[in-house]
């Protein structure tokens, strides 16, 4: 069965730094996106990305955030500078052509 | 107005009985996501339906394109199906999925 994989499964971070969420998507898939989920609240988009290059973000997904696939298996989320609100749980997602959306076991951000 | 709803938001039910859970959405959909998140907060997908009726073990999922209406039913319910159920819409192929707000399910011994 293949999945997505996210590390790290839980990070803290003092407000101000800098984190890196990394996403190992599905190989031969071609979207990918970014949720998150803060503590009691549904889950909510962040952005979309495909052919190297965003094809869709929410207005939650600011200037601090970013999103790149530095080597063509990987697909990491930046977050510059965190603030205590950005503590959530963080989802990847993949889709292929046709399927349904695989979701990673996301990554629990914790801003102290 | 949110896009997609769902009822009931919190359900118990006694293991063995026949369980629905309701979406709706308003906005034109290509597919119709059900996906289940379990307390460690992992989400996996159930089924993706576009139309009609998809089933797999002891979960059934169907929808009315017409109506923009969706259910999840669990029959013969089991303590382990224990878990948030969330619906989600996707507007257009690869478009983000829009989630809805998640039915709490307890399914008690």
């Known amino acids: 069965e293949p999945e997505v994989t996210q590390t790290p499964s839980h990070q803290v971070t003092q407000m101000g730094q800098e984190v890196i969420l990394r996403c190992v998507p599905i190989s031969n898939h071609l979207y990918f996106y970014w949720y998150r989920q803060i503590l009691g609240q549904k889950v909510e988009f962040l952005v979309s990305?495909?052919?190297?290059?965003?094809?869709?973000k929410s207005e939650i997904f600011d200037d601090q955030f970013s999103v790149e696939r530095p080597d063509g298996s990987n697909f990491t989320l930046k977050i510059r500078s965190t603030k205590l609100e950005d503590s959530a749980m963080y989802f990847c997602?993949?889709?292929?052509?046709?399927?349904?959306?695989?979701f990673g076991q996301g990554t629990r951000l914790t801003v102290v | 107005k949110n896009e997609v709803e769902q009822s009931p938001q919190n359900l118990t039910a006694q293991e063995g009985e026949f369980i629905t859970i309701n979406c709706s959405y308003s906005?034109?959909?290509?597919?119709l996501h059900w996906l289940q998140q379990h307390p460690g907060g992992g989400i996996v997908s159930l089924f993706m339906?576009?139309?009609g009726k998809k089933k797999h073990g002891r979960l059934i999922a169907t929808i009315n394109i017409q109506e923009k209406h969706s259910s999840l039913h669990i029959t013969a319910s089991h303590p382990r199906d224990s878990a948030v159920y969330i619906c989600a819409a996707q507007k257009t192929s690869y478009d983000k999925v829009i989630f809805g707000p998640g039915t709490s399910l307890s399914v008690i011994p």
């Open positions: 339906l576009s139309s």
């Open positions: 997602a993949s889709m292929g052509t046709g399927t349904e959306a695989f």
């Open positions: 906005v034109g959909i290509s597919a």
């Open positions: 990305f495909y052919n190297n290059e965003i094809s869709e």
